[in-house]
């Protein structure tokens, strides 16, 4: 029953009652209009309640699965373990590759560097400082295992956000400029292309010759 | 005319690996006066402290980028004749293309080789 017709209904019972007074009025009667009243009330209440209970429970549901999604997520493992783990990784990567180039360089230049006076002692020295740059070349073995790791972390991430996006009928909203977005496009900052240059270095002397 | 290879060559890069590399390629060409900076308004500073004969600069810095100080040489009476070459990971067109609009003399997109620094000195320069 809508909210207006058992409005109208209780409405028409009270007015009938005053109308003619209740005192005046037969106790049957008054029982029959109050039974009435109560009629009206209970099919509106029960209605009402329906329909509420029928929204809750869509609510509950879709929070109960979004607490499910969230939970399969591992939010507090990503969070705690996963990405400090990973910046760990690439500081890590960050740190061997640059002390490996120190090295390589360092012996570099001491080989460019190198006065020869006597062809034994001069070989000697650049065997020791080309076996030293090799050793330092093995720093490409960890830091490929540290890359593959962080590879692997990211697409954990991207796996459950695409399923969490998937599973909630997350939409994207408009997508926003940040001050470091506009700078990029301002300066043109695109970075280094994906497989190696986007222009050759062919062409770009085409457009200078 | 030969290249005086005594005279001063700012190197402007943010990775002091980048400088060192490019430092001990013009140092093998025989450059002899090379000095640094690590972004472009340090480059700048410097540029309007002392006279230098060539620029090789990256694009990518902050915060003055490469791309800006160029724009900032080419503005300014005093510096704009600087010969600059640009040495860099943006290889777009677009980016070649407005470093030529800027008034860029040469470009070299990174990773390069010393044969390609050489070549680029020497369309900038001239032989030495």
Redesign the interface.
């Known amino acids: 029953m809508a909210a207006s017709e058992a409005a109208q209904k209780i409405r028409t019972a009270i007015d009938t009652l005053k109308s003619s007074g209740v005192r005046e009025r037969p106790l049957v009667e008054v029982l029959g209009l109050s039974h009435q009243m109560a009629d009206a009330m209970q099919a509106f209440f029960g209605s009402l309640d329906r329909s509420i209970i029928s929204e809750f429970q869509y609510l509950a549901d879709y929070i109960q699965k979004a607490r499910n999604e969230i939970a399969g997520l591992r939010p507090n493992d990503i969070g705690s373990t996963r990405i400090p783990g990973a910046s760990q990784e690439l500081d890590a990567v960050v740190r061997d590759t ?1 002390r490996a ?1 120190e090295t390589i ?1 360092s012996e ?2 001491a080989l ?1 560097a190198m006065q020869p006076t006597n062809l034994e002692s001069y070989k000697a020295e650049v065997d020791a400082a080309i076996l030293r740059i090799f050793e330092a070349c093995s720093f490409q073995d960890l830091t490929g295992q540290r890359i593959k790791k962080v590879i692997t972390t990211l697409r954990h991430i991207e796996d459950r956000v695409s399923r969490f996006a998937g599973a909630l009928g997350v939409q994207d909203g408009a997508a926003t400029e940040t001050a470091e977005e506009a700078r990029d496009r301002e ?7 994906k497989d190696g ?5 062919d ?2 002397d085409a ?2 010759a | 005319m030969a290249v005086d290879l005594s005279m001063p060559v700012l190197v402007v890069d943010d990775y002091q ?1 980048m400088i ?2 490019i430092r ?1 390629l013009l140092t ?1 060409l025989g450059f002899r006066n090379i000095d640094e900076a690590k972004d472009g308004r340090q480059a700048l500073d410097k540029m309007r402290a002392c006279k230098y004969g060539l620029v090789i600069s990256d ?2 810095m902050e915060p003055m ?1 490469g ?2 100080l160029l724009q900032q040489v080419r503005a300014s009476d005093q510096l704009k004749a600087t010969p600059f070459i640009m040495v860099t ?10 470093a ?1 609009k800027a008034g860029v003399n ?5 990773p ?1 080789n010393a044969e ?1 620094l050489k070549g680029k000195l020497k ?1 900038v320069l001239g032989e030495f």
């Open positions: 640059e180039t360089m570099g230049e460019v300066l043109l900052l695109n970075g280094p292309a240059p986007s222009t050759s270095q062409d770009i457009l200078f | 690996t060192r590399i001990n093998q694009w990518n980028t791309y800006e990971a943006e290889s777009k067109t677009e980016n070649v293309i407005a030529k040469n470009y070299i997109v990174k390069f390609t369309a």
